[in-house]
C-alpha cells in the first residue's frame, strides 16, 4: 500500500508567477485535502475534493484553486504568488466520510515553497 | 472562526523527565486528533479522541479528552530523544476528517 506522495518536495517562484503542486493520494482514499503550514504555525485548512468537486474551504482567496482527477490524485495551484504564499503545502488523503465514523487523515511529507 | 490554542509553545527536557502539553479551545469539538510531526515531514498520526473523558495510552504517551471536548492534553512520561519532534492537536467536525483544526504546536526537544 502507498502513501500520500507529494511532487516537488521543494520549489523556488517569484513573486507573481503560478504554481502547480501534486498529490497522489493513499491507495483507496478518494478524499484529499490541501493545507497551508507557515513556519512555526500549525497547518491550515485550505480546501478538500471529494469524488472530483470541491468539498469545503477554508479562509483562502480564490487564487488559490483545485483539481481532482479520476485516479483520485490532486493539484493545488496559486496564481499571483505573493512572498506570504511561501510554506509547506501539505496534502492529506483519507477514505470517504461515509464509510467511517472517524476518517483519519494521512499526510504526504509536504512541498516546501518559497516565493522570492 | 474555531481556535485551538496549545501551550507550551517550546518545551526542552531531560531524557527521563515527564511532561504534559495541553491543547485548548472555546469550542466543541467531536473528535480530536493528536499528530507528530519531523522537520520536512508531514503529520503522523498519533491517536484519535472522540468521548469525553476519555483517555488514550500509547505506550509512554497518555492522552486525554475533556468532558465538554473542548480540550485535550498529551502526557509523555520517561521522555526519550526520539520524542522530540513538533507536536499538534487538530479538531475534527462530524466524526470526519472533512476539516482539521490545528493548534500552532509544541516544539519538544528531549536532550539526551
Known amino acids: 500500500e502507498t502513501g500520500v506522495t507529494q511532487s516537488p518536495t521543494h520549489l523556488i517562484k517569484t513573486r507573481g508567477q503560478q504554481v502547480t503542486l501534486r498529490c ?18 500549525g497547518p491550515q485548512f485550505i480546501f478538500q475534493y471529494y469524488r472530483e468537486e ?36 501539505l496534502c492529506a488523503s483519507s477514505l470517504p466520510y461515509r464509510q467511517g465514523l472517524n476518517t483519519e487523515a494521512f499526510f504526504g511529507q509536504g512541498t516546501r515553497l518559497t516565493v522570492v | 472562526t474555531q481556535l485551538l490554542e496549545q ?17 485548548n479551545s472555546s469550542s466543541v469539538f467531536s473528535s480530536l486528533q493528536w499528530y ?17 473523558g476519555e483517555v488514550k495510552k500509547l505506550k509512554r504517551l497518555t492522552f486525554q479528552f ?5 480540550d485535550s492534553s498529551l502526557h ?27 493548534g500552532s ?5 528531549v536532550l539526551p
Open chain 1, 24 to 41: 497522489s493520494s493513499q491507495s483507496g482514499h478518494n478524499t484529499v485535502s490541501w493545507y497551508q503550514q507557515a513556519l512555526g504555525q
Open chain 1, 54 to 89: 470541491e468539498n469545503g474551504r477554508g479562509n483562502f482567496p480564490p487564487r488559490f484553486s483545485g483539481l481532482q482527477f479520476p485516479n483520485y490524485s490532486s493539484e493545488l495551484n496559486v496564481n499571483a504568488l505573493e512572498l506570504d504564499d511561501s510554506a509547506l503545502y
Open chain 2, 7 to 23: 501551550s507550551p509553545q517550546f518545551l526542552s527536557i531531560q531524557e527521563g523527565e515527564n511532561l504534559t502539553v495541553y491543547c
Open chain 2, 105 to 109: 504546536g509544541t516544539q519538544l526537544t
Open chain 2, 76 to 102: 509523555i512520561t520517561a521522555a526519550q530523544p526520539g520524542d522530540t519532534g513538533l507536536y499538534l492537536c487538530a479538531g475534527g467536525l462530524g466524526g470526519s476528517a472533512r476539516q482539521l483544526t490545528f
Open chain 2, 66 to 70: 475533556g468532558d465538554a471536548r473542548k
Open chain 2, 36 to 52: 507528530r510531526q519531523e522537520p520536512g515531514e508531514g503529520p503522523v498520526l498519533l491517536v484519535t479522541v472522540v468521548t469525553g
